[in-house]
């Protein structure tokens, strides 16, 4: 039997103290769009639904991904009202 190092990270069964299974990679995707996150959502969503993750692990994915949509929906009004005031001088 082989340990992990230091720099693997396992995650362990709640109830059986097991190790879980340790999923496939899955592709980096960028998350800098609205619409990119909607794809990310939609990739987790069907991820779940067919069993490939837990419903738990992508019911907390997806609220990281709504945090991320507030933060990029707050950036975005934050650029338009700085545009505004410097086109009113304020």
Known sequence: MTKASKSEAVTVDGESGKPLPVPPR???TKLG????????MATLYRAARYGRIRTQDATR???I?????KTLEFEDLQTRLETLEAQQGL
């Open 61 to 63: 994915l997806a609220f």
């Open 26 to 28: 899955m592709p980096c």
């Open 65 to 69: 991904l709504t945090q991320i949509v």
């Open 33 to 40: 769009t609205v619409r990119e996150i909607r794809r990310e």
